[in-house]
């Protein structure tokens, strides 16, 4: 009798374990969800972003930026492309989303209508996964690694402005750290995803400091290459346009590739928080390394953006499908 009910017990436990392994994993996106749901969805994503990237090329880092600052505030559900409403300031009228360029908005816009016009995906698709796709089409149209992303995310059900919280341009290695550990993502992933600044173009207000008032015995970081300080200060005077931006990559800025690291290693990164992760030793062999072997580099790339497009996904109840990607349903 006591050897029956001992495993009963075990049944019953063996049985809560598959549960919550089961219930744990369903949370979890996965490669080809849409198989049966919309099984061409990939390809229209990808005909969308194509030429949307023909027309400009700026939708590279526009939808880039747009992932990143959407999974690091709320998670991967799009409630960064939510507007405004009366009572409600969304994420997307925060300070520090005010640079985000509409033509990454417009380009999971146009996706997402490319997608509904096909009658058995309409309304199947979430937002949240159509981004995540775009923005993998889009490095690789830049001449970065293609890779599978998982999908099954759900669009979430708010979005405000007082959620936003993002690394910044002055941040040291223990900021960066810190923050992107409070995601789920190491050192490596913060070095490789940091390395998205190899395209886009950056506002001198961003660096500003570094080239005019650094400290009062060096008005100019010292950790700059001086011919690329000179230029800088050239392009970004002091009383520049607020509209002013330079390239983020002087060397290579509309290709994605590791010539990011080769410029942080000649002291051409161009935000504090790049350059700090060769001037910090504790970042700089990874740097090095990456400087080398652009096929490790893509292979670290690849793994940082599969665990970013994980963080905060929402399932169930938590999430919806959304008719429009800029509205709540």
């Given at each position: 009798m006591?050897?029956?009910?001992?495993?009963?017990?075990?049944?019953?436990?063996?049985?809560?374990?598959?549960f919550?392994?089961?219930?744990a994993s369903?949370?979890?996106?996965r490669?080809?969800?849409y198989?049966?749901?919309?099984?061409?969805?990939?390809?229209?994503?990808?005909r969308?972003?194509?030429?949307?990237?023909?027309?400009?090329?700026?939708?590279?880092p526009?939808?880039?930026?747009?992932?990143?600052?959407?999974?690091?505030?709320?998670?991967?559900?799009?409630?960064?492309i939510i507007?405004?409403?009366?009572?409600?300031?969304?994420?997307?009228?925060?300070?520090?989303?005010?640079?985000?360029?509409?033509?990454?908005?417009?380009?999971?816009i146009?996706a997402?209508a490319?997608?509904?016009?096909?009658?058995?995906?309409?309304n199947?698709v979430?937002?949240?996964?159509?981004?995540?796709?775009?923005?993998?089409?889009?490095?690789?149209?830049?001449?970065?690694?293609?890779?599978?992303?998982e999908?099954?995310?759900?669009?979430?059900?708010s979005?405000?402005?007082?959620?936003?919280?993002?690394?910044?341009?002055?941040?040291?290695?223990?900021?960066?750290?810190?923050?992107?550990?409070?995601k789920?993502?190491?050192?490596?992933d913060?070095?490789?995803?940091?390395?998205c600044?190899?395209?886009g173009?950056?506002?001198?207000?961003?660096f500003?400091?570094?080239?005019?008032?650094?400290?009062?015995q060096?008005?100019?970081?010292?950790?700059?290459?001086?011919?690329?300080?000179?230029?800088?200060?050239?392009?970004?005077?002091?009383?520049?346009?607020?509209?002013?931006?330079?390239?983020?990559?002087?060397?290579?800025?509309s290709?994605?590739?590791?010539?990011?690291?080769?410029?942080l290693?000649?002291?051409?990164?161009l935000l504090?928080?790049?350059?700090?992760?060769?001037?910090?030793?504790?970042?700089?062999?990874?740097?090095?390394?990456?400087a080398?072997?652009?096929?490790?580099?893509?292979?670290?790339?690849?793994?940082?953006?599969?665990?970013?497009?994980?963080?905060?996904?929402?399932?169930?109840?938590?999430?919806n499908?959304?008719?429009?990607?800029?509205k709540?349903?």
């Amino acid at each position: 009798m006591g050897q029956f009910n001992s495993l009963i017990v075990l049944s019953i436990y063996l049985g809560i374990i598959l549960f919550i392994g089961t219930a744990a994993s369903a949370k979890i996106p996965r490669k080809n969800y849409y198989a049966k749901i919309c099984p061409d969805v990939e390809n229209i994503v990808r005909r969308a972003v194509t030429l949307k990237f023909e027309q400009t090329p700026i939708t590279v880092p526009a939808l880039i930026r747009l992932f990143f600052h959407d999974c690091f505030v709320s998670g991967c559900d799009a409630s960064v492309i939510i507007a405004s409403s009366q009572g409600n300031t969304a994420e997307k009228d925060h300070p520090d989303n005010l640079s985000l360029a509409g033509d990454g908005f417009d380009t999971v816009i146009k996706a997402k209508a490319a997608v509904d016009a096909v009658p058995g995906c309409k309304n199947k698709v979430s937002c949240a996964d159509i981004l995540a796709m775009a923005t993998r089409d889009a490095i690789s149209l830049a001449g970065g690694p293609s890779y599978p992303v998982e999908l099954g995310r759900l669009d979430g059900l708010s979005s405000t402005a007082a959620s936003v919280n993002l690394p910044h341009p002055t941040f040291n290695l223990d900021q960066l750290n810190t923050m992107f550990a409070s995601k789920g993502l190491s050192q490596k992933d913060m070095i490789a995803l940091s390395a998205c600044h190899t395209v886009g173009f950056s506002h001198c207000s961003r660096f500003s400091n570094r080239i005019h008032n650094f400290s009062r015995q060096n008005p100019v970081d010292p950790t700059l290459n001086k011919q690329y300080a000179t230029e800088l200060i050239r392009a970004c005077p002091i009383n520049q346009n607020p509209l002013a931006a330079v390239p983020l990559d002087p060397t290579t800025s509309s290709k994605f590739d590791n010539a990011y690291f080769l410029n942080l290693i000649n002291g051409k990164g161009l935000l504090t928080s790049d350059q700090v992760l060769y001037t910090d030793p504790r970042s700089r062999k990874t740097v090095n390394s990456w400087a080398k072997n652009p096929k490790a580099f893509n292979a670290a790339f690849i793994r940082a953006m599969t665990k970013m497009g994980r963080v905060g996904v929402k399932t169930g109840s938590n999430g919806n499908i959304r008719v429009d990607c800029g509205k709540f349903n």
